[in-house]
């Protein structure tokens, strides 16, 4: 028997990494916002710790790594909520290392999370939302799914994946009045760069000291003093799921539009150096 809650609310949001960081700021600012909240993350009880009690919230328990534990919380917030209008994939975690100081079980436990987990999660959700015939499908990426640069290669992959993943999204859900954006936050004031999300790597090569071995001693004096706010960030993502017309992509902070802007540039000007070779490789017209 279905167990549909009555109260009228603006959305349902389903949120993954919801326990703390951006996904608790997130949660948090939805249900102020007047939305219901699936919140969900490997612990549901520092979820309810975290953004208390309350019958606009469903605490769901979920490894976005278990397909079947994805299944299962998406059944559980239509039996409690009757729909899902949002879903913010936002669990994951980094890896600073040079490429090759990356060891194989860190790569594959990341990409595990950071990508077949968001996948896992989408493919779940996104049956409920064809259905309806609306949605939004929010990907968090980075800084880093647009740049990638010296440290943060392997990480930076995951996320040029969740950048490729949503842009078809969009492509596939635009005629079904589904939406798809991809968010790349840059730095921001959250425990990102503490060892409960990020995992730096074992090996240390010397020959890389000056690349990636400098961003390692950059991340310890960036830690906790990120230009970004992250109260900020998640009033902006109320801001975006209000949006008539959302964008593909959202850059959060003036770091990453930064970035963005320095790498446009970089590949006009390679493309025009490079372009008569490229020309070049067609069939005679």
């Given at each position: 028997?279905?167990?549909?809650?009555?109260?009228?609310?603006?959305?349902?949001?389903?949120?993954?990494?919801a326990s703390r960081g951006l996904g608790a700021l997130i949660a948090k600012a939805a249900l102020a916002d007047g939305n219901a909240v699936v919140a969900a993350g490997r612990n549901a009880a520092a979820i309810v710790e975290r953004l208390g009690e309350s019958p606009a919230l469903l605490?769901?328990?979920?490894?976005?790594?278990?397909?079947?534990?994805?299944?299962?919380?998406v059944e559980a917030a239509?039996?409690?909520?009757?729909?899902?209008?949002?879903?913010?994939?936002?669990?994951?975690?980094?890896?600073?290392?040079?490429?090759?100081?990356s060891s194989d079980a860190d790569v594959r436990r990341m990409y595990d999370t950071n990508v077949f987990g968001l996948l896992n999660v989408t493919r779940a959700v996104l049956p409920v939302m064809r259905k309806q015939r609306?949605?939004?499908?929010?990907?968090?990426?980075?800084i880093g799914g647009y740049r990638a640069g010296a440290g943060f290669g392997v990480y930076s992959s995951t996320k040029f994946a969740v950048e490729g993943i949503t842009e078809s999204l969009h492509a596939e859900l635009k005629p079904l009045g589904i939406h798809a954006t991809v968010v790349e936050p840059g730095y921001f004031r959250t425990d990102?760069?503490?060892?409960?999300?990020?995992?730096?790597?074992?090996?240390?090569?010397?020959?890389?000291?000056?690349?990636?071995?400098?961003?390692?001693?950059?991340?310890?004096?960036?830690?906790?003093?990120?230009?970004?706010?992250?109260?900020?960030?998640?009033?902006?993502?109320?801001?975006l799921v209000d949006a008539q017309t959302p964008p593909l992509r959202l850059p959060l902070g003036t770091d990453t539009l930064k970035a963005i802007a320095e790498k446009n540039a970089f590949v006009t000007t390679e493309t025009e150096t490079w372009k008569a070779l490229s020309q070049s490789t067609d069939f005679p017209v």
């Open positions: 028997m279905s167990n549909v809650t009555k109260q009228q609310f603006k959305r349902v949001w389903f949120i993954t990494g605490p769901v328990a979920l490894d976005v790594t278990d397909e079947a534990q994805a299944k299962a919380a239509v039996e409690k909520f009757g729909r899902i209008d949002v879903l913010i994939n936002n669990a994951g975690f980094g890896l600073l290392a040079a490429v090759e100081e609306s949605g939004h499908v929010i990907n968090m990426s980075s990102f760069l503490d060892a409960s999300s990020l995992v730096v790597g074992k090996e240390i090569i010397d020959d890389y000291d000056d690349t990636s071995g400098k961003v390692r001693r950059f991340a310890v004096g960036m830690n906790h003093n990120q230009p970004g706010d992250p109260d900020k960030l998640a009033t902006a993502m109320v801001t």
